[in-house]
């Protein structure tokens, strides 16, 4: 179910750092999915979220937490998202821009 949120996004820089861009609103929808095989249950849960800003600051690597986040951003992360894909699609009407992000 799409679900109208907040979120920041979260990056390590080369000496381990963490520095947060605040996204502001976006889109996200949860996939839940499991098959049952012969070996047990395998399970392909996932997220995507639509940034409604084809600028938006977002790479693959980068964390992503939603609504409020602590001060200390290395707590933050462990709770945290990782973004696995970004897909910008900045053609069409203004209103249709936006990014994609495959998180997990």
Request: proline residues 3%; contains cysteine.
């Amino acid at each position: 179910m799409p679900t109208n949120d907040t979120a920041v996004i979260i990056r390590t820089d080369e000496n381990g750092d963490y520095s947060a861009v605040y996204v502001g609103k976006c889109m996200r929808q949860d996939t839940y999915a499991s098959d049952t095989k012969k070996y047990g249950e395998e399970r392909a849960d996932s997220m995507s979220v639509y940034i409604p800003d084809v600028n938006a600051d977002a790479c693959k690597g980068d964390y992503i937490v939603f609504g409020s986040v602590p001060d200390d951003l290395s707590e933050a992360v462990k709770a945290a998202h990782s973004i696995r894909s970004v897909t910008r699609h900045d053609y069409g009407s203004e209103d249709m821009r936006h990014v994609k992000l495959g998180v997990i």
